[in-house]
């Protein structure tokens, strides 16, 4: 199950906020061609992280950035509109994502859940679009 969030808002279940993750959700949501963000991480990776959250503390946010080692990973799943090729809509979000984290680098991993102008709705699951930033059927 995987639900797009709308802007300004975390992962289901966790309050809004994060500083970094929030502004970075919102320069995502700004970019031509991105119709959603999905949590950085699938539904069930989700709940057991919200679990851990609430014993921890730490909360989880729909941007995954992670700072450790002295090195930064950005991660996001977008849903697209078609409109533009995908890889050219995943391209540009990692581009504005390094803009904004100017002058530092980072790696940027960007995956396509979802192509076509019909998002689900919340509540409803992304099934029949590419989870996991899948490339697709195999042949």
Do not use: C
């Not at 391209?91 to 100017?102: E, F, N, T, Y």
């Amino acid at each position: 199950m995987t639900e797009p969030l709308p802007p300004g808002s975390a992962t289901p279940g966790v309050p809004s906020g994060g500083g970094l993750s929030a502004a970075l959700q919102e320069i995502i949501q700004s970019v031509d061609g991105v119709t959603a963000v999905y949590p950085a991480r699938p539904l069930w990776q989700t709940i057991a992280g919200a679990a851990r959250s609430a014993v921890s503390g730490e909360r989880q946010w729909a941007v995954d950035v992670d700072t450790s080692g002295g090195a930064t990973t950005v991660r996001t799943r977008i849903g697209v509109s078609g409109a533009r090729p995908a890889p050219e809509v995943a391209r540009a979000v990692a581009a504005a994502v390094r803009r904004h984290l100017d002058p530092g680098t980072a790696t940027v991993n960007v995956g396509i859940v979802r192509i076509g102008a019909d998002q689900p709705a919340t509540g409803q699951t992304g099934s029949g679009g590419l989870e996991d930033g899948a490339a697709g059927p195999k042949t």
